[in-house]
Nanobody, 127 residues
Framework: QVKLVESGGGLVQAGGSLRLSCAAS????????MGWFRQAPGKEREFVAG???????????YYADSVKGRFTISRDNAKNTVSLQMNSLKPGDTAVYYC?????????????????WGKGTLVTVSS
């Protein structure tokens, strides 16, 4: 049974930081590209960050322009976890953040290409 379980969401003031984590189980984690999407109130879900495994020692990371330089995605294949470090948070970052997985080494992530989704964790940034 595949599971993606997010944690780390909460309320933070603008300019603050949060670290989201996603624990994966039920599939071969190292063979999947992992990512984060978010959905703000009244808006469509959008891509935030992705990390693919190119080889045993090489990974590729990519970000939405809106979070580049502020967010950092990482993965630990030994622990089957993917994390999203979010710094310099803005009220516009308020959203439900979803962990996502797609098979293979992908250079980009789209909603339609995702194999597995987590249930999401809420991040609220106050001004």
């Amino acid at each position: 049974q595949v599971k993606l379980v997010e944690s780390g969401g909460g309320l933070v003031q603008a300019g603050g930081s949060l670290r989201l984590s996603c624990a994966a189980s039920g599939f071969t984690f190292s063979t999947y590209t992992m990512g984060w999407f978010r959905q703000a109130p009244g808006k469509e879900r959008e891509f935030v960050a992705g990390i693919s495994q190119i080889s045993q020692t090489s990974r590729n990371t990519y970000y939405a322009d809106s979070v580049k330089g502020r967010f950092t995605i990482s993965r630990d294949n030994a622990k089957n976890t993917v994390s999203l470090q979010m710094n310099s948070l803005k009220p516009g970052d308020t959203a439900v953040y979803y962990c996502a997985a797609t098979y293979g080494s992908k250079l980009s992530l789209t909603e339609s290409g995702i194999d597995y989704w987590g249930k999401g964790t809420l991040v609220t940034v106050s001004s």
